[in-house]
């Protein structure tokens, strides 16, 4: 079967899209004028629903810049304080497709603001998408673990399609763990969740992003690579995705070290020279600590040098960035770029989007796209982990059968206390 490319599109009637998507798709790739957001969800759900007959290296366009109208969202807001009477409960849309979105409204600091960021970007994407398709019932989690782990089970168990969320890492976990086969898809949202089956981890990962830094190295030809890896659950997921980026260039993981922050990395780094003779480069993992005083043991030993990379992970820069970090190389999303809807978004809220605003939407399309090709119950793993992936505003993205997510993002170098940009793009998949 030939592989339908998602292309931009006319505003033209696709239904019934279940019976004639391949057809619809290549019925108006050509076609000049831009689509309207019907057309283009439609498109972004069929490359998904299709993906079994996909070619390597075609993807599905969640968004582009032509496909959209002029917004016709709701009237502007502001994140800058929390709203007087913040509801716990919310409804968007009047669609066949009953999903939940669980999001901190209402909660104290920077939690509660991305929050609410989450929730315009909600309230655009349905705008764009998904007022007629889906049915979004936002509910307040105020930022609590344990409330967002009871809205979840209660959404799991009362009819939704998919959730959507929670922010909050214990919340995903305790649903990670629970069993049934019936459960519908959770797309959660919160940061440092790697994933499990059916519970997608939505949010960039350590494991990511140390991936796409190696695999960008390795593809300028370095072949020879050390792990130093924070000790911890996430340590075997990191190791895993960092080797599979590598073989894809001929390289490999020479050894992996695991770690213990308390003593600052100092005996691994000591073991790494007795183990690896000349390595080409060097992965620091740090899980929730600074990297810093791994750093210095590294740099102790000339690295990075002019012979051996250092490779960061995005979680570095949760820390400020100190001399320690000078020269090493991160992979990491832009918190300031979010593509085709950034004007759209600035120009109905009144105030830039940022990553926040571009996961909550680019989640929100998708559940409308799968609507659109299959139906309300068209959430299967086949579509949601279609191996090519779905372009976004945050680039390109694909969910794995183990629940993890792998995305391209910008390749940075550490120049003098910032971020210099070295590559647009890289992907260690």
Wanted: overall charge neutral.
């Amino acid at each position: 079967m030939t592989a339908p490319k998602a292309l931009p599109l006319a505003a033209a009637s696709l239904a019934p899209v279940a019976a004639h998507a391949g057809a619809a798709l290549r019925g108006i790739s050509n076609r000049r004028h831009p689509p309207s957001p019907q057309a283009w969800a439609i498109a972004f759900a069929l490359a998904a629903a299709l993906s079994g007959c996909q070619s390597k290296g075609s993807v599905s366009e969640a968004l582009d810049p032509a496909a959209i109208a002029a917004p016709g969202a709701p009237a502007g807001s502001s994140v800058a304080a929390a709203p007087k009477a913040m509801q716990a409960t919310q409804s968007l849309g009047t669609g066949p497709a009953k999903i939940t979105m669980l999001l901190p409204l209402s909660a104290a600091g920077g939690a509660g603001e991305d929050g609410r960021k989450m929730l315009d970007g909600a309230k655009l994407a349905m705008a764009d998408l998904g007022n007629n398709l889906l049915t979004l019932t936002v509910e307040d989690t105020h930022g609590d673990p344990a409330n967002a782990k009871d809205l979840a089970v209660k959404a799991i168990t009362t009819g939704s399609k998919v959730v959507i969320g929670p922010t909050e890492l214990p919340a995903a976990q305790h649903i990670a763990k629970l069993s049934g086969s019936t459960r519908p898809p959770v797309l959660a949202l919160a940061d440092n969740f790697s994933g499990s089956p059916g519970v997608y981890a939505v949010r960039l990962s350590e494991a990511d992003s140390a991936a796409a830094g190696a695999a960008a190295i390795a593809a300028k030809g370095a072949k020879k690579f050390v792990l130093l890896v924070a000790a911890g659950s996430d340590a075997g997921a990191v190791e895993k995705r960092v080797a599979n980026g590598l073989s894809i260039y001929g390289a490999a993981l020479a050894v992996t070290l695991p770690y213990s922050p308390a003593d600052g990395g100092a005996k691994a780094v000591a073991d790494m020279g007795s183990l690896v003779d000349a390595p080409d480069a060097v992965i620091v993992a740090s899980g929730d600590a600074s990297p810093s005083p791994v750093l210095a043991a590294l740099k102790a030993k000339g690295i990075p040098g002019k012979t051996v990379s250092l490779i960061g992970t995005d979680r570095w820069l949760e820390h400020p960035i100190d001399p320690s970090f000078e020269g090493a190389y991160i992979a990491t999303l832009d918190q300031s770029e979010t593509g085709p809807i950034a004007d759209r978004f600035n120009a109905t809220f009144h105030y830039p989007a940022d990553v926040n605003v571009a996961y909550a939407y680019d989640m929100v399309a998708l559940t409308a796209g799968v609507v659109s090709a299959v139906g309300p119950n068209g959430f299967s793993k086949q579509v949601l982990e279609n191996a090519s992936g779905f372009r976004g505003s945050t680039g390109l993205f694909r969910f794995r059968a183990d629940g993890s997510s792998q995305r391209t993002m910008p390749f940075y170098r550490v120049e003098k206390g910032a971020l210099k940009l070295v590559a647009k793009s890289t992907a260690g998949f």
